[in-house]
């Protein structure tokens, strides 16, 4: 499997593979779309908590990477978190998902190398996880979803504090406040002024 390695073909297909296969959603989301989405929530996360003096280039990197962040699953498939966690528990350092994605998308664990360790890569990991929530709060159906729902928010959460730890200098709180008016919890709801406006 050494030889093969992600192309172009397999990037076009990214508006058909859909995610989410585990939960019962009112629809499906595409990786093309979780991956914009990330994207635009990352350069956000990044104007926010960093300010405009992050250099031009490094902000292309940390784009790029969300954009591509999960192309592995093209492949692969979207395996769910808890799947994932259990094959790492059962194989400790043998785990062969990150294997198998540096194989088939080695510029991807270029990219994630590069941001470890760094605000970076909490807020791609942020961007990430505050994609997730939004979607399964707005597209979930049933007991299930919302279980998924809780977890993932929890998840979130988690990640925030764990970035105020390692990284106390900067306002995380930016997190909180971008994911509350995106739920509509907060700020301006545009759809509702213009269907107001006359």
Known sequence: MNDLKLNMQDIARSGHVTRWHSVRCARSQTL?????????????????ILGETLPAE??????EYALT????????????????????ELTGDQDPLPRIEDE????????????QGSPLAYIVKLADLM????FIREEGIGRHASIVAEKSETMLRDKVQEARERFSELDWSQVVELYSQMRGQAGADNRVLFEEAR
């Open 69 to 88: 962040h999960d192309t592995p699953e093209l492949l692969m498939g979207d395996l769910p978190s808890p799947l994932k966690r259990r094959i790492a």
């Open 131 to 134: 994609d997730g929530c939004l």
């Open 58 to 63: 490094t902000q292309l990197s940390v784009l």
């Open 32 to 48: 093309a779309e979780h991956h914009y989405l990330v994207t635009m929530i990352a350069r956000e996360l990044m104007r926010r």
């Open 104 to 115: 088939i998308a080695p510029e991807i664990t270029r990219f994630k190398k590069a941001l």
